[in-house]
Every structure is written in C-alpha cells, then in structure tokens.
C-alpha cells in the first residue's frame, strides 16, 4: 500500500520480558524525509531505530524499508546505516579506516575507497583526520566521524540516536544546522531520535512524539506545536499553562470552561467534550498578554496576580497565581513594555489570550482511566 | 556557646576541639604524596628485596663460573659459564623448550577463544558463573596430582587408550606414536603426551583474559560492523579479534613462560631429551653447578623478553 514510504511500520509491537516497549505503533516515514522521534527516557526510541536497523525484531507487526517487508533479514543487508547514541567508533582503527569500513565490506576498489573517504570526511568537515584514532578527537569530532561512516555508503535511510547528545549547547546548535543541511544536500531519508523537543522542531519535517511505548501523535512542528492532540504532548513540547475546569457550556464552535468560583474561559471545541465534562484548558505562555483594558470579543479575559518576574535574556517570565491558586507563566519578549515588568510584582493584573489559542484536553472519566 | 549547640555544626567547632581521627584525616588529606608512600611503600619494598633483588642474585651467579676440579664457585665476574651454556645439546634445549611453549601457546589460544566468547557473548550470570568455575576448579587442587593423573590417563594401560581401542582407533595412535620427534613408546611417555597436559593445565591461563578481553567490546561496536555491512564472519575477523588480541597477548604471555619453566610435565611424561626446566633441576641437584643452572634460567627471561618487544611491535597492545 506504501510506494513513496521509505520506512514503514505496521503495528509493531517489541516486548522485553516484563517490559512492552513498544506498543502497537504505525509510522509512515516518506522518501527523504527529516524524522524526528521524540519522547522522554524510556518511552521506546532506540528500540524503534533497532528494530528498524534489524538489532531487535519485533515481537508483533512489521518493518518496511522501501515498501519491502523486512521479516528477518539481518542487519548487513539491510539499506540503512545507524549513528549510535555513543558514536561507537571503532577503537583500534584510524578515523580513516572507520570510515571505510562499510565500503571495505562490499569489496569496493581502493581507489574508489580513498576518494568517497575522502568526500566524506569533507562533508563533515573534517579533512586531514585521516590518520587519527578516535581517542585523539573531540567529542564534536567523533560525532562527525560516524556520520561520515554511515553516509559514505550511502544508505537508503540513515538512522541517527541522539547524535547530539553528548555535545555543549553551542556546539550542538551549531552541528543541528550542518546536519539539517547536510541532510538537504544529499537527500537521504534522516530518522532522528532526540529527547530534546526544540531540537526536534528546529530540525524536522516531522515529528512523531511518543511517551511509554506509544505513539501520541505525527505531525509538523507547527501542528505538533499549535494543536498539540494531547495533553502529554502540549506539556512535553514547549512551555504550556494547564488549567483544570469543568466545561459548562458549549456553543457550536466554542465550548467555555469553569474554573472555581465562576471564572469562565472559552475553547475552541474539540470531539467528545460534552457539558459536564472535567477539561483541561492549554494555552502557551506567548500567547498571553498583559491588558490594561478587556480585550475585544474573542478572547479570553482572566484576572492574576504577579508573585515573581524572571528575567531570561530575550524575554521575561512573568508568574501569575489565579485566585483558584493555579500558577500561570506569561512570556514576553523584552521589547519596549508598557510597564517595566519588574514593577508588576505583586500587582493584580488582567491577562488575555484569543481563544483559537487555547486547547482543551478531556480529563480521564474513572471508566476510561481502568481501561487505560 | 551553649550547652545545646548540635555536635554536627561544623563550623562552630574550633580546631582545637577537633577528634583527633579528624585530624589525621585533614593532615593526610593535604598531603596526598605521603598517603601514595604510605600504600606503596611495604608493596614495593616487598618487590624490590625479594623479588628484583634474586633476579638480580640470579644474574649475578650466571656471570660467577664452576672450578672444574674443586667443584668450588669462582665468585669472579666471567662469561665462561654462557660459554658452557652455547653447546649443541643444550641449545638443542633450548629449541626444544621454545618450540613446545609456542605450540602449546598457539593451540591453547585457539582452544580458549571459542569458550572465551560464548562466557562473553551469550552464557547467562549464572551459566557463567558455573564456567568460571569449571575453568578455575582444576587450579583448586594440586599441579602435581593432576600431571600425575595424566600420567595414569595416558599410560599403556591408561583409560584413555582403553577408549581408543573402543572406538577402534588403536592403528591410528600407532602411526601417531611412530612418528618421529613427537612419538614415543606410549603417550605417557611421548611430546605428543606432554603437549596434551601442558596443553590441560595452561587453558585456564588463557581463557580468563580472553574471556575478560571479550567481555569488554562493547556490543554497540558489533552492531556497528554488522550496520556497516559486515557479515557475522567480518565482524570477527575485523573487529572482534582485534580487539581481543590484548587478551590473546595476556594468556599467552603466562602459557608460554609457564611451559619455559616448567619440570613437573616434561620429567614426569618425557623422555631422556630435557627441556630448561629439568636442565636446571639436574644441575641445581645432582651436577650442582649452580653458575650454569643461572645462566640456564636467564634464557627463558631472554626470550619472554624477545616476545614481549615482539608481540608489541605487532601493534598488540594499541587497542588497550
Ligand atoms: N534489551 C532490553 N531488555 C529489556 N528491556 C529493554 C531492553 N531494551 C530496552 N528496554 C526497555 O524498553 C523501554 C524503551 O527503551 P528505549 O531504549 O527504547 O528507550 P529510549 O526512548 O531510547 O530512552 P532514552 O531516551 O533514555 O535513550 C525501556 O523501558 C527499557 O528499559
Ligand atoms: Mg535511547
């Protein structure tokens, strides 16, 4: 059924022991794609890049790579090439010889060795290496190494396990551009496991975010982002405010939401949310203003107050407690304020927000949390 | 201060209140050099006096010679005895020991890499706690009896021969034991014998650093090869091995001086042709040369010698 898939899983259930991790997942990753997956520790990645790399097979349903079923077929003759999650280069060979390790495997000329080691190691940027052990290279350089390795033989999709994990923070930004060029540039279908979300949404076409073995929900960054499809996944992915309350009303598009003592908020609507019903509201902290007037039809008007102002650089952090006692975040960028935020402390003030930017999230009715 | 104040405030405590151990502690704290000499120290006079200093005896005696009609040992400084050591039947000796070591040190290692690797690789905690056993057990009771118990294994008479002859393979121990150099009047008294117990009780030697050599490649670097391409056989070959070698180098640096030296095996199961270590026996007792015996002993030091700047210009130890 897939012809334009470069990796398909169907159901793909891997059981260890005791431990399910994974559960019954399907992903459709298309040709030259940047996949992310995302998730905490735990949640099944590596085991998903396992089983599709043939390290692991899977307990129930099955991988496809380029719409062929990969039943039990071995690692070596599979099209895709793996970056480790600790790089895993080879230690008693030089960077040289690591990365002509895969061409040396399919018996390619010598020749034709030195020159595609050679284009590889320029891609990463790391000519006139060749010599060295991995032991003498830097974190940042052993990174590079490997993913030479793995695309010098041009794989039909490259598998990468947090190929960034072990790098500072500058470096790593800077190594997430090159990568995402790089990726660009050659067109190889890139799999990529981070647990770091704004990673996976500065790098990736799509983004599958799971949590214990399941897939909550693929998408763009933005989708992921903007209409985040469960409450795990708006709290995962960015900063959110998360308000409980009871939906007491819904009118066609707009359901509105009681939090204690008649405060109401409105929500666009979403499937299944009924009158009654215990909702989590969502908003992002950018989303939110301060107003010194109610704002105009559409959105939402809630009044807070400041118990601490933090400042981070290219924005400030405002911390507001409703009176129900929910803390809320306020993020503003530090551009001219109509007020110095700094006076604000301990001030009542007025937030709004438009109402397509909150979410609303049903609470697990007791039923529903027996099965689950 | 008051009474009540918390024994735990630091802080508060001068100095002068401090429990002595306290103190010592802080005193050696800040002079990490003493505490090094304080460890150090009784080890390394320990290998200095006892072990350096007869080596050094060792060598010194090899240079004092034997008065040929006194019997009486010339404490004057001479190459006269390494003289007495370059002749025909014992360097002839010497060959023979060496070549037996390398035989024994070759197969050992070919014997214990497949035992190694499944203890490394696949054997659960407990399997493998069940072979390191079965690996150290032999070593629990005496060399002695267990070359002796070869002896009885291997002789004419022995059990071992009885099962030969069950599995009608008598003809083929025959034409084994009519071979020149390795054969013999039966394998108890034959090289053929003597290389199956060197063999014996040497593996245990090898296994354990190969076993622990294996154990630490770490299994990603295997998935690697295999992600590169490599089949089962190529992972082995180009990466397994490798770096198994320092191992490899380990046990074979104790199986072949252990044959170097050893006695027991070769004055229990060989025959009239000595090996070093007997040379040495016979001349530390009965010839009582003991200048010549010395010099005998510095060989095999020279050749573990020759092996090791060997095996390490191989490029041996560079994956340690
Ligand atoms: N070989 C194994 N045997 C038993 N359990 C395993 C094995 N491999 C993984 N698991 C379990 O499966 C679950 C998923 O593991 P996985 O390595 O895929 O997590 P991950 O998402 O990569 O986490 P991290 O971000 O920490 O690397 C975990 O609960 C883990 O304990
Ligand atoms: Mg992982």
Redesign the pocket.
């Known amino acids: 059924m897939s012809g334009g898939n470069a990796v398909e899983l169907s159901g793909v259930t891997?059981i260890?022991?005791?431990?399910?991790?994974?559960d019954n997942i399907s992903l459709e990753i298309g040709d030259g794609e940047f996949f992310s997956?995302l998730?905490?520790?735990?949640?099944?990645?590596?085991?998903?890049?396992?089983l599709i790399a043939g390290f692991?097979m899977p307990t129930a349903g099955e991988v496809l790579i380029g719409g062929r079923a990969m039943g039990h077929i071995p690692p070596y003759q599979r099209p895709v090439n793996t970056v480790f999650?600790n790089y895993a280069l080879f230690p008693h060979m030089t960077v040289h010889e690591n990365v002509a390790f895969g061409l040396e495997m399919q018996h390619i000329s010598r020749q034709d060795i030195r020159q595609q080691v050679g284009e590889a190691l320029e891609m990463v940027r790391l000519p006139g290496m060749e010599k060295r052990r991995p032991k003498q290279l830097s974190g940042g350089q052993q990174q590079r190494v490997a993913l030479a390795r793995a695309l010098v033989n041009r794989p039909k999709v490259l598998l990468l396990?947090?190929p960034l994990g072990a790098l500072d923070l500058k470096l790593r930004k800077a190594m997430q551009l090159e990568l995402k060029m790089l990726q660009d540039k050659v067109g190889i279908t890139f799999i990529y496991?981070?647990?770091d979300q704004e990673e996976a949404l500065t790098m990736s076409d799509r983004i599958a975010v799971?949590d214990h073995?399941l897939v909550l929900q693929v998408g763009t960054p933005h989708e992921i982002y903007e209409r985040p499809a469960t409450r795990f996944v708006a709290d995962f992915i960015g900063e959110t405010n998360l308000i409980p309350g009871e939906i007491v009303a819904i009118n066609r598009e707009v359901a509105e939401v009681e939090l204690a003592r008649g405060i109401r908020l409105k929500a666009p609507m979403v499937p299944g949310a009924t009158v009654g019903r215990s909702v989590t509201l969502a908003v992002r902290p950018e989303r939110i203003s301060l107003a010194a007037a109610p704002g105009p039809e559409g959105m939402n008007l809630i009044e807070a107050s400041v118990f601490e102002v933090v400042y981070n650089g290219a924005t400030t952090s405002i911390l507001l407690r409703l009176e129900s006692g929910i803390v809320l975040t306020v993020r503003q960028p530090n551009i001219a304020f109509a007020v110095e935020p700094s006076d604000l402390r301990e001030q009542r003030v007025r937030l709004v927000w438009p109402i397509e930017a909150s979410s609303l999230f049903m609470e697990k009715t007791p039923v529903e949390q027996g099965k689950a | 201060m008051s009474p009540t104040r918390p024994a735990r405030d630091r802080d508060s405590q001068g100095p002068e209140e401090r429990p002595v151990l306290l103190r010592i502690a802080s005193f050696l704290y800040l002079r990490p050099s003493l505490v090094l000499a304080l460890l150090l120290g009784p080890p390394l006079v320990w290998m200095i006096v006892v072990y350096l200093g007869s080596l050094v005896f060792l060598l010194i005696q090899s240079f004092f010679s034997l008065d040929p009609f006194t019997g009486q040992v010339i404490r004057v400084l001479t190459l006269a005895t390494y003289k007495d050591l370059w002749t025909p039947a014992n360097l002839d000796i010497f060959f023979r020991t060496a070549t037996m070591a390398a035989v024994v040190t070759v197969t050992t290692a070919v014997l214990a890499f497949p035992l190694a690797y499944f203890m490394a690789r696949y054997a659960s905690t407990r399997l493998k706690t069940v072979l390191y056993l079965a690996v150290l057990l032999p070593l629990w009771s005496s060399y002695l009896v267990r070359v002796y118990a070869w002896r009885l294994i291997l002789a004419k008479e022995g059990i071992l021969n009885w099962f030969i002859q069950q599995l009608d393979l008598t003809r083929v121990l025959d034409l084994l034991l009519r071979a020149p150099v390795i054969g013999g009047p039966s394998l108890s008294v034959s090289f053929l014998g003597m290389f199956i117990v060197f063999v014996y009780v040497w593996l245990p030697y090898m296994i354990l650093p190969v076993q622990a050599a294996l154990e630490r490649v770490p299994r990603s670097l295997l998935e690697a090869s295999g992600d590169l391409g490599a089949r089962p056989g190529q992972t082995l070959r180009h990466v397994t091995l490798p770096l198994a070698f320092p191992g490899v180098i380990a046990g074979s640096i104790f199986t072949f001086s252990l044959t170097l030296g050893d006695f027991v095996v070769p004055y229990s199961l060989g025959n009239s042709s000595f090996f070093i270590g007997q040379a040495v026996l016979s001349l530390t007792g009965t010839a009582f040369n003991i200048p010549l015996a010395a010099a005998f002993t510095v060989v095999p030091m020279g050749i573990m010698a020759f092996y090791l700047v060997g095996a390490r210009t191989l490029g041996a130890f560079d994956a340690l």
Do not use: I, N
């Open positions: 891997k260890f022991g005791e431990v399910t991790a994974l997956l998730g905490p520790s735990g949640c099944g990645k590596t085991t998903s890049l396992r692991e999650q396990d947090e496991v981070t647990h799971m073995g």
